[in-house]
């Protein structure tokens, strides 16, 4: 075997090595789903009414990198899952996935607009 081609075997060696990790890591996954990918796909379903919100809906809240809001609900994605929580102890209804928190509050979707919801962004996560 040449040097070359030792070289290219360690360097093929390590890509798969890293997304083999990649894909035991949820978190390192996670961190890495926009929501402005995530809700403004146009080849996928998307919400209505989708909207950057980051300026108006992150004051306040510690480690928030990017919000959205759309007619359904309340999109926040955090440096850690940790900040994520901590958001939903402030709402009335939602969840957290990783880093990603949803809020339903004052919009009220039916079960199964919060069931598709969750869909959305789990499927996401499974993507990355």
């Known amino acids: 075997m040449t040097r070359r081609s030792r070289s290219i075997a360690a360097i093929a060696l390590a890509a798969v090595t890293t997304g083999i990790l990649a894909g035991c890591a949820p978190g390192w996954a996670r961190s ?3 929501l402005s990918d995530l809700l403004t796909n146009p080849d996928g379903v998307t919400t209505t009414g989708a909207r950057e919100a980051t300026d108006e809906l992150c004051v306040g ?3 928030c990198l990017e919000a959205w809001t759309t007619d359904q609900a309340y999109f926040y994605r955090f440096e850690s899952n940790a900040q994520a929580e901590q958001l939903l102890t402030t709402v009335t209804d939602g969840f957290q996935s990783g880093r990603i928190a949803v809020s339903f509050d004052e919009t009220a979707p039916s079960e199964q607009v919060k069931q ?6 789990e499927g996401a996560h499974s993507l990355t």
């Open 61 to 63: 809240l510690d480690g």
């Open 116 to 121: 598709w919801m969750r869909d959305l962004v």
């Open 32 to 34: 890495h789903v926009y």
